[in-house]
């Protein structure tokens, strides 16, 4: 059974900052790109930041560019998602995703799996 486990969410004012990590347990994925999404209240779950397979090259949606980073651990099973000058736009729950192959997407269809997501808030 594969597992994506997330950490590292919680409540930040305007201007903060949160580190977010997802660990997969299977090492297989050390060759797919992974990503992150976020899903707010009422709203289409959407892309955040992608990375491929060996962390070199990254992709981000307009409305983190600049603030957000993310990155892969050396194991290349482990993402994080740096999130810096947090907005209250930005609040949602952040879901970390493994796509099927080892080529960046911004597409939800493109991940075959997910985690269970963690919550941000950002109060103002």
């Known amino acids: 059974q594969v597992q994506l486990v997330e950490s590292g969410g919680g409540l930040v004012q305007a201007g903060g900052s949160l580190r977010l990590s997802c660990a997969a347990s299977a090492r297989t994925f050390s060759t797919n790109a992974m990503g992150w999404f976020r899903q707010a209240p009422g709203k289409e779950r959407e892309f955040v930041a992608a990375?491929?397979?060996?962390?070199?090259?990254?992709y981000y949606a307009d409305s983190v560019k600049g603030r957000f980073t993310i990155s892969r651990g050396n194991a290349k099973t482990t993402v994080y998602l740096q999130m810096n000058s947090l907005k209250p736009e930005d609040t949602a729950v952040y879901y970390c995703?493994?796509?099927?192959?080892?080529?960046?997407?911004?597409?939800?269809?493109?991940?075959?799996?997910w985690g269970q997501g963690t919550q941000v808030t950002v109060s103002s």
């Open positions: 990375i491929n397979w060996s962390g070199g090259i990254t």
């Open positions: 995703a493994v796509k099927g192959d080892l080529r960046i997407g911004t597409s939800r269809n493109e991940y075959d799996y």
